[in-house]
């Protein structure tokens, strides 16, 4: 079976990966909603032009907090 | 392995097929404007929505297949509820969402006429169109072989009792019967899953002890490069959490077009958002099954019986007709999204761009019911024709229907976000990402490779996530460089298609 130099390039890059530490990519998982929580809760909900009263983007940022801060728990727990 | 079914349980799955039926055709009665028929007249309220878009993500052979993967490889198949929905559904949300809706579209192809040209439109409308006629003949399959394993029944007559249901309601009442009905069958889908996950942790001594009994590998949620999984930590990351769904959070029309009818930009954000909470809690009830039957029956040949094993043994008289309920409201809250949004494609990106440009609402409305009964019937033809050939075809053509995904979200990207992207960029990216894809497709084929004596390109089972990673980052190259090697499009153009 021969092999290309796309094979090499696969294998390459399957070699780094291999190296990460799994738990390093543990907290990548974590870190990925944690980020999008910070973003969510820092962001401005809205543009000039919308139609969103300040109860509507709160209730927005709540909800989408909520479901941000299950991911954390879920990937800091298992 | 079959399981018996008592009148109890027919009379229970009876009622509820009756209740979703009645509950279309009663919508259908308000349906008078192509607006009403594709976009509920967009009055669609974000609760309805929310339940629909986890109702549509979750058809029934994946309730079976989703609980198998977890009875073989564990736990770590939760990711694709979890890290591989939640934060695209929360992006979407905030920012891809409520530009959609303001530009007043029905398809996102529509969309991408406004940005970049109908080339490009019409290239991808064709591609959700041949994915959506191929995957309705395929769920209907998947399902009928599943509740003929099930219940003895034969698959013509599960797949015609279906299609002729499904197909009822949602040439009747459009997108707005489609997101009620998918409501209840969002409700009964818990409440059969949540029964038989109950009635399996009591069987082994509650949570606390199933917990315990689970191996630290059957936990993981990482795993590994080399897993003998399809789940290794870098497809689920670079394929599935940032590329697989983002596109199909932001870019499935089947899933985008029920927030295009929500009442407003408000309404259809906080669809997306409830929708994200409910699907933190889905692998519960749909991954604990699979992991509660590798503790009570290790032995079962293959990971799809786990939950037909758990239904045959634990559910009593009544539960069965409840799971047999929620398992046919999977299958048929998938399947009229599916319809409605392949309909909305043929008539808005063929019918009105090439056909006819005057065709006022009524016309639309004739259009759109008459394509749905259409892919109805070739929906029935293509999955009984499906299951004359041999298991490996539809296999293949779900693998083939990925194909595109990373592709498209390339192009919509780049076509939200970067002023510079051009038409002519984006349909050479868009190609030579699909390109790329079927390209290592067949460099994995076996019977490809062994014809042209070369080693299979990937190492892992079913490479899928990692297609769309590679589909993705060429189109990416492609893309920004014949973007800025071709003009600017106008600036009239990208004013209000570009998100600022």
Redesign the interface.
């Known amino acids: 079976?021969?092999?290309?130099f796309?094979?090499q390039i696969?294998e390459t890059i399957?070699n780094a990966?291999?190296t990460v530490p799994?738990s390093l990519?543990?907290w990548?998982?974590v870190a990925?909603?944690l980020l999008?929580l910070i973003w969510?809760l820092r962001?401005k909900?809205?543009?000039e032009?919308?139609?969103?009263d300040p109860r509507?983007s709160r209730?927005?940022r709540i909800?989408?907090a909520?479901?941000?801060l299950?991911?954390i728990v879920?990937?800091g727990l298992? | 392995m079959s399981t018996t079914l008592t009148t109890l349980d027919f009379v229970l799955l009876g009622l509820y097929l009756a209740g979703t039926l009645g509950l279309g055709l009663w919508i259908g009665r308000s349906v008078r404007t192509g607006e009403d028929f594709f976009l509920g007249g967009r009055r669609l309220p974000w609760w309805a929505i929310g339940m629909s878009l986890v109702a549509t993500d979750i058809g029934g052979p994946d309730i079976i297949g989703v609980g198998g993967a977890a009875y073989s490889h564990g736990?770590a198949v939760a990711n694709f509820e979890?890290?591989g929905c939640?934060?695209a559904?929360?992006?979407g949300?905030?920012v891809f969402i409520?530009f959609f809706w303001?530009t007043g579209v029905a398809t996102i192809p529509e969309y991408l006429e406004l940005r970049f040209d109908v080339r490009v439109r019409t290239a991808l409308s064709v591609c959700w169109q041949i994915f959506m006629a191929c995957n309705l003949g395929v769920m209907l399959l998947a399902s009928a072989r599943m509740m003929s394993e099930l219940f003895g029944w034969g698959e013509t007559s599960c797949i015609l009792v279906t299609a002729v249901l499904v197909g009822t309601y949602t040439i009747v009442g459009g997108l707005a019967a489609v997101v009620y009905t998918d409501m209840i069958q969002c409700s009964v889908m818990i409440v059969g899953c949540l029964g038989v996950l109950v009635l399996g942790l009591v069987e082994l001594g509650g949570p606390a002890e199933f917990w315990s009994r689970l191996e630290p590998a059957q936990?993981?949620?990482?795993l590994?490069?080399?897993t003998d999984t399809p789940f290794p930590?870098?497809g689920i990351?670079f394929g599935l959490?940032l590329i697989l769904s983002p596109a199909y959070w932001i870019g499935n029309q089947a899933i985008v077009q029920r927030a295009l009818g929500a009442k407003?930009?408000?309404q259809a954000?906080?669809a997306y958002?409830?929708g994200?909470?409910l699907?933190?809690l889905i692998p519960v009830i749909i991954v604990g099954p699979g992991l509660v039957a590798m503790l009570l029956y290790p032995d079962l040949k293959q990971g799809d019986h786990a939950f037909p094993q758990l239904v045959a043994v634990l559910l009593p008289t009544g539960l069965r007709g409840i799971f047999l309920a929620a398992f046919l409201a999977a299958l048929m809250s998938s399947v009229d999204s599916y319809l409605n949004s392949a309909s909305t494609l043929v008539a808005h990106d063929i019918y009105k761009r090439f056909i006819n440009r005057n065709a006022d609402s009524q016309a639309m409305l004739r259009v759109g019911r008459r394509v749905t009964a259409v892919l109805v019937v070739w929906a029935i033809g293509c999955a009984l024709l499906m299951a004359r050939l041999d298991e490996g075809i539809y296999t293949i053509f779900q693998t083939l229907m990925s194909f595109f995904q990373g592709p498209a979200l390339a192009v919509l990207i780049a076509g939200t976000l970067w002023k510079r992207a051009t038409g002519t960029g984006a349909l050479v990216g868009f190609l030579g990402g699909l390109m790329t894809t079927v390209g290592q497709f067949l460099?994995n084929n076996q019977t490809v490779?062994e014809h042209?004596?070369?080693?299979p390109?990937?190492?892992i089972e079913d490479p899928f996530l990692y297609y769309s990673i590679w589909g993705f980052l060429v189109s990416c190259f492609l893309l920004v460089t014949v973007s800025l090697a071709t003009p600017r499009e106008p600036a009239e153009k990208t004013a209000l298609t570009v998100l600022?």
């Open positions: 079976m021969t092999r290309t796309l094979h696969g399957r990966m291999a799994l990519v543990g990548i998982f990925i909603p999008l969510v962001a909900i809205g543009t032009n919308d139609e969103l509507q209730w927005l909800g989408a909520t479901a941000l299950l991911q879920i990937y298992l | 736990m979890w890290i939640v934060p559904m929360i992006v949300a905030l409520p303001r936990k993981a949620l990482v590994p490069v080399d930590w870098t990351l959490a407003s930009p408000f954000q906080a958002v409830w994200a909470i699907k933190s460099l490779c042209l004596g070369l080693q390109l990937f190492q600022k």
